[in-house]
């Protein structure tokens, strides 16, 4: 009963971090850079959608998104400025194949900086994203979260700058990209699991 009990407190702690990407989740720590990176593929062959995700903004600069498949060359319009798209509004970035590097692309209409989402491409040396899972809505399907910064070099580091809230999206026909706090979380189970799953063995 005891290893019953333990096997269901580890399945529970999975099934936490599972939950925790249902939505998505705004960057905790405004004023100071996103320490983590992020890759992005293309899940599958097909279309890349971008929904636009910010209900309001307090940003000041007009800020259009676009996707680069890097392993084409290919790169799509830019679209759905932070001022004027409405939450949900869609936009189809175009055909991708499955598996391509993706780089998603953040047009500061009000100075003409692009920002990436490859930090090392980034004039300012800064990591401009900040990205999780999202499980959708009425207005937006399931799908990658993808939230930009887009002060040069960050700002005066208030609260209000670099705080990944100046154009948001959702995509899909992306590869998940996992929280990386939540998969430590999940990382740090693991040996929970297998002492339990050892303990099964030898009873």
Known sequence: MKNINLLALAIASVLTVSNAQAAPTEYGNPGTENPFTYTFTAAATGDVFAYYALPSTTAVYHNEFGLWDVTTGYHSNFV???????????????????????????????????WYSDKSLNSDGLNHVY?????????????????????????????????????????????????????????????????????????
């Not at 409405?86 to 590097?101: F, I, K, P, R």
């Not at 999780?132 to 939230?147: E, L, M, W």
């Not at 430590?184 to 799953?197: N, Q, V």
């Open 80 to 114: 759905l400025d932070n001022h004027t798209a409405n939450y949900g509004d869609s936009y189809n970035l175009g055909s991708v194949n499955a598996g391509d590097t993706l780089v998603f692309e953040l047009l500061v209409n009000s100075n003409w900086y692009t």
């Open 131 to 203: 990205s999780n899972s999202f499980a959708g809505d009425s207005k937006i399907p399931a799908g990658t979260y993808v939230a930009f910064e887009d002060l040069q070099g960050g700002g005066d580091h208030s609260v209000n700058d670099l705080n990944y809230h100046d154009a948001t999206y959702v995509l899909t026909n992306v590869a998940a990209v996992p929280e990386p706090e939540e998969f430590a979380m999940f990382l740090l189970g693991l040996p929970l699991i297998s002492w339990i799953a050892r303990r099964k063995l030898a009873a």
